[in-house]
Nanobody, 118 residues
Framework: QMPVVESGGGLVQPGGSLRLSCKAP???????????MAWYRQAPGKERELVAR???????EYSDFVKGRFTVSRDSSRKVMYLQMNSLQPDDTAVYYC?????????WGQGTQVTVSS
């Protein structure tokens, strides 16, 4: 398993933007590249749901509720995955989790809180 750490959450007004980062500080590049990376989120009282997923070959999948607003990317040289979130709405308020899936299993970060409120 590859440990990951999220950062970048915070409080933003509706219509605002945030960029989340997910780093794999202890992984070597080849290990990072072997993992499918994803962002999930969990709002209070709701189940955790997929936001976006990106493979090492940069095949990307988005959930319908973020298409056109969020952009996922990864930088192998820095061993980091990003989630650029634009046009944020109160319904986007949640804890956002990084997920990494490789041959040895899956790992989760501790989560970063995103709150969208005026």
């Amino acid at each position: 398993q590859m440990p990951v750490v999220e950062s970048g959450g915070g409080l933003v007004q509706p219509g605002g933007s945030l960029r989340l980062s997910c780093k794999a500080p202890r992984a070597i590049t080849s290990v990072f590249n072997s993992h499918v990376m994803a962002w999930y989120r969990q709002a209070p009282g709701k189940e955790r749901e997929l936001v976006a997923r990106i493979s090492s070959s940069k095949n990307i999948e988005y959930s319908d509720f973020v298409k056109g607003r969020f952009t996922v990317s990864r930088d192998s040289s820095r061993k980091v995955m990003y989630l650029q979130m634009n046009s944020l709405q109160p319904d986007d308020t949640a804890v956002y989790y990084c997920n990494a899936v490789g041959d040895r299993g899956a790992s989760w970060g501790q989560g970063t809180q995103v709150t969208v409120s005026s």
